[in-house]
């Protein structure tokens, strides 16, 4: 009877290694996963998300916007608690909770909101591992954009779950938590003109 090898997990040690010699990976549950090159699709879905919510990006109560937060995009993040690194697509941090935009490499501050634009490559880890790892760090707000169906969906954390409080589409203009202060133009995200005309 032969016994199979216990699968080693991967470390922190390991993924630095990677990202020193080029590559860009993620480390999700204790596993190395190499991120694919963005489609037009999805890197334009991720840089329109970047310029809609541009307002935001800055200290708070001026003339170009509400403020309030710091945004950024292919940041990598620490979960300390699993030992688990992202490099999401967006990511952003409330100024009042972090006055000083977090600047360690990864990041080892909670986020207060993420977005992932979905890919045929990466939507089992977005919508399950990373997920789930997100709720047990306590993130407030995940966001899923699906760049194929044109969707977006907002998740706020509950004790058990993320639900979702906001699902909508290119026809859609809503005020998508937490940058709920502006109304958002769903097509905008996908270049897409608004379905329901003038």
Do not use: C
């Not at 979905?118 to 591992?129: E, H, Q, V, Y």
């Amino acid at each position: 009877m032969s016994i199979a090898p216990r699968r080693t997990s991967a470390t922190l040690d390991d993924l630095a290694k990677l990202r020193d010699a080029g590559h860009v990976v993620e480390l999700i549950d204790g596993e190395i996963v190499y991120k694919a090159l963005p489609s037009p699709a999805h890197g334009g879905a991720q840089v329109k998300t970047g310029a809609l919510l541009d307002g935001f990006n800055r200290r708070g109560g001026t003339p170009r916007g509400p403020g309030g937060w710091w945004l950024m995009t292919e940041v990598e993040v620490l979960y300390a608690r699993t030992h688990e690194v992202f490099r999401h697509d967006l990511v952003g941090f409330r100024r009042d909770l972090y006055p000083q935009r977090p600047s360690d490499m990864p990041v080892s501050a909670r986020p207060d909101w993420v977005a992932e634009v979905l890919s045929p490559s990466t939507a089992r880890n977005d919508t399950g591992p990373k997920q789930q790892t997100l709720h047990a760090h306590q993130v407030p707000y995940y966001w899923i954009i699906d760049a194929e169906h044109r969707t977006l969906t907002v998740m706020r954390r509950a004790d058990e779950r993320y639900p979702r409080i906001l699902d909508a589409g290119v026809s859609d203009k809503v005020r998508a938590e937490p940058f709920d202060a502006i109304e958002l133009d769903v097509g905008e995200l996908f270049d897409v003109e608004d379905a329901r005309g003038p």
